[in-house]
């Protein structure tokens, strides 16, 4: 699971591979629907960055309802 994280990040920062949002968006929710809870958290990082802060903020609470306690610190930043 984690290396379908790995490609999302590859593809969200363009290492290795022309920067592409889409597809690290595609990969991250990949790694969500296999368990992922960082994958979770990744997409509403890419939410937040597009202004879609109403989608950022639905991810974020998944990503922390999930776990992912370093979600949470970053909704001040999303609402």
Do not use: F
């Not at 591979?17 to 990082?45: D, F, K």
């Not at 597009?50 to 998944?62: D, P, V, Y």
């Amino acid at each position: 699971m984690g290396a379908l994280l790995n490609a999302g990040y590859c593809y969200d920062v363009g290492l290795g591979v022309r920067r592409n949002q889409a597809a690290a968006l595609s990969w991250y929710l990949r790694a969500y629907h296999r368990g992922e809870v960082c994958g979770t958290n990744n997409i509403g990082t890419i939410w937040r960055d597009r202004g879609n802060l109403k989608q950022a903020l639905t991810w974020s609470l998944r990503a922390a309802t999930l776990g992912d306690h370093s979600a949470i610190s970053k909704m001040p930043s999303i609402s």
